[in-house]
Structure formats: C-alpha cells, structure tokens
C-alpha cells in the first residue's frame, strides 16, 4: 500500500481531545503522547494533520518538548507546511534551533511570511548571520525592511519585542473614515486594541481605543477623540522596564517610539507576560549560579555553565576554610566545636538567602530604591536580630543538654545572633553594593553572602569559644 493510500485509508485511533490533552497536573497526557509517537512512527499523516497541526501554538510547543529528538523532527518533516512555526516561540532555544536547523531556508522564509513580526524576529534572532540574511532576502521588501529595523535594535530590548504590524491614522481623519480603513485594508494586524494618531513624519501624537472609536459617531474627527500617548516606550528601552511600565498602568498595549518620537511599533500584553516569566526565571538560575541553562540543553553544554561559578564558590569556600584554619588547636582541643560549628554558618546561610531574595527580586521590580533602602536594612537588621535570638535560645539548649555544658550552650547562642545580624545585613547590603556598582546582583550576591556567613559564623564561634574557655 502506497504512503498515499495509508493516508485516505487509515482511520484513526481514538485520541483525547485537543482541549483536553493535558493531565490533572499539569503535564500532556501519556496516552496521547503514546497515541502522536505511534503516529510519527506509522508516518500517519492524516492523523498528524488532524489531532495535531490543529493545536494551539503553546500546545504544539509542549508537545515537542514532550518528544524525542528523533520523534520532533520527523513531527516536523510529516507535517510539512501545515506546522505552525509559531510554536518554535514557545519551546526552549536548543530545541529551537534543533528544529530550525534541520529546515530549509526556502520553507523556513515561507512560514516567517505568515508570523506576527514579533514571533518573526523571535526566530530570526538566533540563527547565523548568513541564515537570517538569506532567509530576510526571500522577504518581500516592506516585510524585510520591518525585520531588519527590529533586528538591529539590542537583544532584550522593547525594540525586539515590538510587533511592527499597527494602525496608525491622520489626526484629521473622522471616525467613519477610521472605520472604512480597518474594514477595508487586509495588511492591518489580526488583533489590536489601540489606533495610533501620527503626523505625516510619523511621529506619534497620541491614540484612540477602539472602545472609543466604536462608540463616536462616524463625522467626529480623530483629534477630537485621541488622548495623548504617555506611556510611550523607546525602542531601546530593556525590555524588564518596558514590563514594569504595563504593570504599573495596567496597560494592554503601548506605543513604541525611536529617539526621534517617531511610531515604529507596538508592544503587546501577551509579549509582556512572557518578558515577565523569562525575567523571573532568569533571576532564579541567576542566583542559583546556572546563567541561561535550559532542561534540553546536553549535559556538555550543562557542565560548561556551571563549572565557572563552582570554581568562584570552591575559591570563597577555601577562605572559609581558611578561617576555621587559626582554630585548629581549639578544635583539636574541644571536638564539640567541630560538631556545632557547621549549624551555626547553615543557619546563617539559609537566613542570608531569604534576605537576599527578597532584596534581589525588589531591585529587580524597582520596589526597592534608595527613598526606602534605609527603612528596609533597618527592618532586616531587627528580623536578624529577632530570629537569631529565638535561635539562640534553642540551639543553646539542645547544645547544653547534649554536651553536658551550659557555657558551650551561651556560646554557640551568643554566636548564633552575631551570624544571624550578619546573615540579615550582607543579605540586603551586597544586592544593594552591587546594584549601585551596575553590576548584576542576582548573579553575583549569592557568592559573596554565603561567604559572608560562612566566615562570620565560623569567626565568631570558635573566636568565642576560644576566648571564653581560655583555649590555646
């Protein structure tokens, strides 16, 4: 039987809906999952067709993640042009380019010709230069010129999150005409929710909701309804700013501008969310020291991005160690100290982290500046001083009973508050240095605060319990 006849001639097997192809939790359900490998398998392609090309993009995204390398790309390969190349926005980047790889330029520009501008750029941005240039070339030139304007503009910035596609009208125009416009003309974005007013420069004046326009009468012109743009955003803008500013004014979309005022594109909630995941994300790995590490990445590729912050914690780690080297006779002498003295720099170290997430994440979403920075060291000093004292008294207590020594149980407390007030102190005060010197204070607080503990907790430990039970 030919591939053909398989196709018209198979039916296919039961299958869950798309709607419904997900498990309670969360994750895709196995029996579909079964159901598409088996498909890829059989190279079924009415089925692929049918119960798969028809998912959502954010669907097709997770089913592709979901399969083997193997399995994608055949996925890819049997669907042909009915795969939505707009689901490559929702999976991670190495398998993004897995995908794109394996595609030829020709189809890849084809299906770029489809995409919203900024799923365009999205794909665009991490190809080779020769790939990207071959691909644009295929463009026609309107599309092109769209595509390269947002491409020039630096990563992570509004200008490549914008979608190109707007509408934008004459300040003199009536409300009928605006209207006749949006009907009549087929190159106008699918969806949008703001009409731009421009001059004949194209630069912006301001804007009309479509709620407004719906609501006018046909004769009323533009001018007379539009409101003045303020909350424009500049095309050079970081895109976690650009984020803040529709949160902070609950925008839906806004107006991006270059350094001339001038409307080049629209930025769009559905762009912003994503900006606001991938930041949040991203400040996680950042502290946790694994930079822009995704789960299909190899485990060569895993390796070589953590390798670096080991080595800076493994050479933080060696002066701690450094620390507990000048009292290695009080030790030697007392070995209650060795079996406490790791409690006291962990307690130390999972208060600091509190603190400096917190701080971290505040920096990151403008919460925290300096009109407050006082009041917030302030309420962290007292948190410290607070915890390490309930602390105190219990570690103190367990180690009295223990060790048999009540003046072993007010040391280690007496300690234990010192760390503690400096747990909460160099958790909020190197995020703070760091912002101030422009460096990036979720990738490099975490380093510095365990240290910080480490040595603090050490320190003052075995420095007590070296005077106070007269060791030498």
Not at 145 to 157: G, I
Request: charged fraction near 25%; glycine fraction near 6%.
């Amino acid at each position: 039987m030919t591939e053909t006849a398989k196709e018209t001639e198979r039916s296919p097997a039961p299958e869950p809906a798309a709607n419904d192809i997900y498990a309670e939790d969360g994750s895709l359900r196995q029996d579909f999952l079964t159901l598409v490998g088996a498909a890829i398998a059989d190279r079924d392609i009415l089925f692929l067709r049918q119960k798969v090309a028809r998912l959502h993009e954010s669907e097709l995204g997770d089913l592709l993640e979901a399969l083997l390398p193997d399995q994608r790309l055949a996925l890819v390969h049997l669907l042909g042009d009915d795969f939505d190349l707009t689901a490559l926005t929702e999976v991670d980047e190495a398998i993004r380019l897995e995908i794109v790889d394996q595609l030829p330029n020709a189809r890849i520009a084809a299906a770029i010709g489809d995409l919203d501008s900024d799923d365009a750029v999205y794909i665009l941005e991490d190809l080779d230069h020769e790939d990207r240039e071959d691909i644009l070339a295929q463009l026609p030139f309107t599309e092109r010129v769209r595509l390269r304007r947002a491409l020039d503009y630096p990563e992570s910035s509004a200008g490549r999150r914008m979608q190109t596609e707007f509408v934008a009208v004459p300040p003199f125009w009536t409300v009928g005409q605006t209207i006749d416009y949006m009907r009549e003309d087929e190159d106008l974005p699918e969806r949008f929710t703001q009409i731009f007013v421009i001059d004949p420069t194209f630069k912006l004046l301001g804007s009309v909701d479509l709620d407004r326009i719906l609501r006018t009468k046909r004769q009323v012109r533009i001018e007379d309804i539009m409101h003045e743009t303020t909350h424009s955003i500049a095309a050079s803008m970081d895109q976690e700013e650009a984020a803040q500013i529709f949160e902070q004014y609950d925008l839906l979309s806004a107006a991006v501008v270059d350094e001339n005022g001038r409307l080049v594109g629209v930025l769009t909630i559905d762009d912003v969310v994503d900006v606001i995941t991938e930041e949040a994300d991203e400040d996680i790995r950042r502290l946790a020291g694994v930079g822009d590490e995704e789960l299909s990445d190899s485990a060569l590729s895993t390796v070589r991005s953590r390798v670096p912050w080991l080595l800076i914690n493994l050479g933080t780690a060696f002066f701690s160690a450094s620390i507990i080297g000048l009292f290695d006779e009080s030790i030697e002498k007392m070995i209650a100290l060795a079996v406490l003295m790791p409690i006291v720099a962990s307690m130390g170290g999972n208060a600091a982290t509190q603190t400096m997430t917190v701080t971290v994440r505040a920096l990151a979403t403008k919460d925290l500046d300096i009109y407050n920075a006082s009041r917030i060291i302030r309420r962290e000093a007292g948190v410290g001083l607070m915890n390490g004292s309930v602390f105190a008294v219990l570690l103190g207590a367990v180690a009295a009973l223990w060790f048999q020594s009540l003046q072993l149980g007010g040391v280690i407390g007496a300690a234990m508050i010192v760390n503690m007030m400096a747990a909460a102190l160099g958790g909020i005060l190197v995020p703070l240095l760091l912002d101030k010197l422009r460096a990036d204070p979720a990738i490099a607080s975490s380093v510095f605060v365990t240290m910080i503990t480490d040595c603090v907790g050490f320190f003052a430990f075995l420095g007590l319990a070296t005077w106070w039970f007269g060791i030498s």
